[in-house]
């Protein structure tokens, strides 16, 4: 079964700094991975996806996130994190294989942002 | 922007009451899911549906949760009774055929007391 590990509920960067969120998998099928980025009483939006093609990963907002498949980690950096960056974030796995299945979401990781 | 509209935003209500959520998918997307979020147990799936039949309701408590697609352009999540425990919010997404990724809605807070 698939499953996901955000490791890190909280972290706090300070503006300017580097974001490193970190995620691992599990998953028995080639994975489709996911970032979603909730800002509060917000509903989630999507960062990037990885779905088997290059294994970094462009997002929305200066995200990226690199596949590695031989660590099992699909973690999301940012250069330089801005004040509005502040916000929860969530890593996910489609369940089964296919383009369609159920997002299976870590715990969720709240990035804080210092001026 | 086209969007995933969730109604009501806010809900309180008494145990023991039926409350009924509602989502508009995003037109022409054919999956449409239910998660629910609380603190504890962060994101769960309820229920989703492909062209609208079900395809998998086992994260949801039977005996008092149903959810529906009477169409295209309407689902409904419907719990009754109601008890306290069902305080969450509650996040319709949809996306379309052969797709990655799933647009969410704003969510519905629901507050039982």
């Known amino acids: 079964a698939q499953s996901v590990t955000q490791l890190g509920s909280h972290v706090s960067v300070s503006e300017g700094a580097l974001v490193l969120l970190r995620c691992n998998y599990s998953?028995?099928?080639?994975?489709?991975l996911f970032w979603y980025v909730q800002y509060p009483n917000q509903g989630l939006q999507l960062l990037l996806k990885?779905?088997?093609?290059?294994?970094l990963v462009k997002g929305i907002n200066d995200f990226e996130a690199e596949f590695k498949k031989s660590e099992t980690s699909f973690h999301l950096t940012k250069p330089s994190a801005h004040m509005s960056d502040a916000a929860e974030y969530f890593c996910?796995?489609?369940?089964?294989?296919?383009?369609?299945?159920?997002?299976?979401f870590g715990k969720g990781t709240k990035l804080s942002v210092k001026p | 922007d086209a969007r995933v509209t969730q109604t009501p935003r806010h809900k309180v209500t008494e145990m023991g009451q039926e409350v009924t959520m509602r989502c508009q998918p995003i037109?022409?997307?054919?999956?449409v899911f239910w998660y629910r979020q609380t603190m504890m147990q962060g994101l769960e799936l309820l229920a989703y549906?492909?062209?609208?039949?079900?395809?998998?309701d086992s994260g949801m408590p039977k005996d008092r949760f149903s959810a529906e697609m009477p169409d295209a352009t309407l689902a409904t999540l419907k719990i009754q009774p109601s008890e306290p425990r069902d305080s969450a919010v509650y996040f319709c997404?949809?996306?379309?055929?052969?797709?990655?990724?799933?647009?969410f809605g704003s969510g519905t807070r629901l507050t039982v007391v």
């Open positions: 997404a949809s996306g379309p055929r052969d797709s990655y990724g799933y647009t």
């Open positions: 998953s028995s099928v080639p994975p489709y």
């Open positions: 990885y779905t088997s093609a290059a294994t």
């Open positions: 996910a796995v489609s369940e089964g294989e296919g383009s369609q299945g159920n997002l299976i």
């Open positions: 037109l022409g997307h054919n999956t």
């Open positions: 549906f492909r062209n609208r039949a079900p395809l998998d």
